[in-house]
């Protein structure tokens, strides 16, 4: 775990000076891939959607980088958009390039750190060095390291080539979709990390008990429509899609989210089986990355390493959710 300083690699864990909560720091790299390669609104650059220009770097683990690899299987964008998968294990040097265990390597540099992708982009960047990143190979930089905006261009800039009929977030819900992700954001997807990461006993249940509050509410509201928004699937079900799969397996245990799990959610655990059975998602969800990651990198949580072989779970079975159907 670390960061660059200007630059330069320095091996620091994360700050947790305002009274021990966990702060995500901002991305840095905001830029945008449009159709045309006209300036999107409020951005300093902009880039042209291209077959074969782009690529990811993702790590299979991480619930960010996951977003991106479900809209580019989704919106079917394979063949349009490159990827390499980081190794599971971040630690003193962040994240690596160690090929093993399903982990690519760099493909465009041959790099041995995400690091030195960062420098490449940037020679005197200073701040965290996350995954996802949208890598444009035609300038040579990092054009977003923002899941949340990466997923926008690829549901909507390279519908010449990808499956222009899946519209994610249409314009007409974009208010209700980001009104729910504004909701789940900050007390889900980002709530686990506050709720594992706090260094105090009040910053954790504070944290704690808003990610509980959080999850009873969605429970409720999905007692009634089979998405988070009426019965069309949004942007906003793949954004809770990567929390909920992760959660039993890791957040409940290893983050000490534990006042229940998802599968004691009838309503939750339906939803999650039914989302990870949508053709084409069980093939972005890797237990082994994901369980091996937190697990073993998190060395102040967890410093034995010791990677826990259960809980023994299965998406793969029935579920209730078609009782809804589908569309408006
Ligand atoms: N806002 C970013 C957050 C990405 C993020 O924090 N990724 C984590 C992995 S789950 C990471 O790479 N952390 C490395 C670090 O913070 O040093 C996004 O959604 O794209």
């Given at each position: 775990?670390g ?25 840095q790299f ?9 300036p ?5 650059r ?22 991106t ?8 964008l ?5 990827v ?10 962040g994240?690596?390039?160690?090929k ?32 996802p990143?949208?890598?444009d ?36 819900l ?7 992700n ?9 709530g ?30 999905l ?10 699937m ?26 229940r799990?998802?599968?004691?959610y009838?309503?939750?655990?339906n ?31 967890n410093p ?7 809980p ?12 809804f159907?589908?569309?408006?």
């Amino acid at each position: 775990m670390g960061m660059l300083v200007e630059g330069v690699w320095k091996d620091v864990w994360y700050d947790t000076k305002n009274d021990g909560r966990f702060e995500r720091s901002v991305a840095q790299f905001r830029d945008w891939v449009t159709v045309d390669g006209a300036p999107a609104e409020g951005r300093t650059r902009s880039f042209k959607a291209e077959p074969g220009r782009y690529h990811l770097y993702v790590s299979l683990a991480c619930p960010w980088a996951h977003r991106t690899l479900i809209f580019r299987k989704l919106k079917k964008l394979e063949d349009v958009i490159s990827v390499d998968i980081v190794h599971h294990y971040m630690a003193e040097n962040g994240w690596t390039f160690l090929k093993e265990d399903g982990a690519t390597g760099d493909s465009l540099y041959g790099s041995d750190f995400l690091h030195q992708i960062y420098t490449r982009a940037d020679p005197s960047y200073s701040g965290r060095v996350t995954v996802p990143v949208l890598w444009d190979k035609k300038e040579q930089t990092i054009v977003s390291n923002e899941s949340s905006e990466i997923i926008r261009m690829l549901n909507s800039a390279f519908d010449e080539w990808g499956d222009a009929s899946l519209d994610l977030s249409p314009l007409t819900l974009r208010g209700e979709i980001d009104a729910i992700n504004e909701r789940i954001y900050p007390a889900i997807n980002n709530g686990v990390y506050r709720t594992g990461f706090a260094t105090t006993q009040a910053a954790y249940e504070e944290a704690f008990d808003e990610l509980f509050a959080g999850l009873d509410e969605l429970e409720d509201r999905l007692s009634r429509s089979r998405y988070l928004i009426g019965n069309t699937m949004t942007e906003a079900d793949w954004r809770l899609f990567t929390t909920l799969i992760r959660f039993d397996a890791v957040y409940y245990g290893h983050f000490k989210c534990n006042l229940r799990e998802i599968s004691d959610y009838p309503n939750l655990s339906n939803y999650l089986r039914d989302l990870y059975q949508t053709p084409g998602i069980a093939e972005t969800v890797d237990m082994l990355h994901i369980k091996a990651h937190y697990y073993a990198s998190h060395n102040m949580i967890n410093p034995t390493r010791i990677v826990p072989k259960g809980p023994d779970l299965d998406f793969s079975g029935p579920h209730d959710r078609d009782r809804f159907g589908t569309g408006k």
